[in-house]
T-cell receptor
Framework: EAQVTQNPRYLITVTGKKLTVTCSQN?????MSWYRQDPGLGLRQIYY???????DKGDVPEGYKVSRKEKRNFPLILESPSPNQTSLYFC?????????????FGQGTRLTVV | GENVEQHPSTLSVQEGDSAVIKCTYS??????FPWYKQELGKGPQLIID?????GEKKDQRIAVTLNKTAKHFSLHITETQPEDSAVYFC??????????????FGRGTSLIVHP
């Protein structure tokens, strides 16, 4: 089954403790991205990647890192999480970066930083 | 960059009524406009999309319209059912310039269909 898998689904952590949210897709998609969803603000892009070893900042990249060492994986790293990073996070992938390409989203990771 | 405004933020209708969600965009280079539905506890899923060379597209009970001159596009759901209750996002994707091919999403509309 074609899918985007995120782990974990839920995470509660403390301020400053490094964490990684994993994202994996099995559709051989070139383009992957991370979004955060906050009430009243919709989906805001954090980082995106056009292909292996190619990443770029989205609209809200501060406090986040990403890597794209393999085509299927695109982890989101929070080196020193803070409470303002409490949010619902989504990973998405599409066949290539381009217009007219459907984005497939993961199930989401709800992160709470205390 | 692109800016997408979406209204209303909440829409409450009775089962069987129609629902309309409207979006405006700012970048004239945008040429692809997808709509996503997000059910509770799930990620957004594409339900319909429209390209700039088309004014209207229909798929069963849902339709999208696009007015490129006015830079607005709308989602129309007819004969609403309780299972249509969800958050709906519009997006605009520019084909050139900074941020090309990266979708910008609206803030979402929470649609509630009362049985």
């Amino acid at each position: 089954e074609a899918q985007v898998t995120q782990n974990p689904r839920y995470l509660i952590t403390v301020t400053g403790k490094k964490l990684t949210v994993t994202c994996s897709q099995n559709m051989n998609h070139e383009y992957m991205s991370w979004y955060r969803q906050d009430p009243g603000l919709g989906l805001r892009q954090i980082y995106y990647s056009m292909n292996v070893e190619v990443t770029d900042k989205g609209d809200v990249p501060e406090g986040y890192k990403v890597s794209r060492k393999e085509k299927r994986n695109f982890p989101l790293i929070l080196e020193s999480p803070s409470p303002n990073q409490t949010s619902l996070y989504f990973c998405a992938s599409s066949f290539r970066q381009g217009a007219n390409n459907e984005a497939f989203f993961g199930q989401g990771t709800r992160l709470t930083v205390v | 960059g692109e800016n997408v405004e979406q209204h209303p933020s909440t829409l409450s209708v009775q089962e069987g009524d129609s629902a309309v969600i409207k979006c405006t965009y700012s970048d004239s280079a945008s040429n692809y406009f997808p709509w996503y539905k997000q059910e509770l506890g799930k990620g957004p899923q594409l339900i319909i999309d429209i390209r700039s060379n088309v004014g209207e597209k229909k798929d069963q009970r849902i339709a999208v319209t696009l007015n490129k001159t006015a830079k607005h596009f709308s989602l129309h759901i007819t004969e609403t059912q309780p299972e249509d209750s969800a958050v709906y996002f519009c997006a605009a994707t520019p084909s050139r310039g900074r941020g090309s091919y990266i979708p910008t999403f609206g803030r979402g509309t929470s649609l509630i269909v009362h049985p």
